[in-house]
């Protein structure tokens, strides 16, 4: 079970970390360029999957990487990953990027441009679950249940 160490972020609010300027460029241009997958799930993240206290933004620098899809109230980043990063090369680097950003208090879920294609209700499913994990109640019971005036 995923727990925050932090208080959760405002949706409208940057990563505490400062971004690079080349990371703000690339995400810039990469928001108007999505990938056949990545549009299907930016579709779906916005339309079949509000919950209350996420917000998913597309394309969001964090340090020097971009997430793809990130929600910053449960510091969820969802990649979408197509066929170029299964090369040992590229394997390694994703590995460095998700030690990075679950460095800084993210975590990441990665899914094949396959699944999103194929079994969108499943990816669905699977970034739901996590949401709900992360997602703080609003009156959390005390320590040990029951009243907490008792």
Known sequence: MLALTEPAMSWNQPPA??????????????????TEP???????LRHRLPISGTHFRRQVP???????FC????????????????????????NRRSIYLESQGFHVMRFTNAEVMQDMNSVLDTIHAALVRTTPTPYPSPQGGGDPEA
């Open 17 to 34: 970390k400062s971004t690079s300027l080349r990371a703000k460029s690339n995400a810039g241009r990469l928001r108007h360029t999505l």
């Open 38 to 44: 990545e549009k299907r799930l930016w579709w779906h």
């Open 62 to 68: 964090i340090g020097s990487y971009i997430a793809d």
């Open 71 to 94: 929600c910053l109230g449960t510091r969820l980043v969802v990649e979408v990953d197509g066929g170029q990063h299964s090369t040992d090369q590229a394997l390694a680097y994703d």
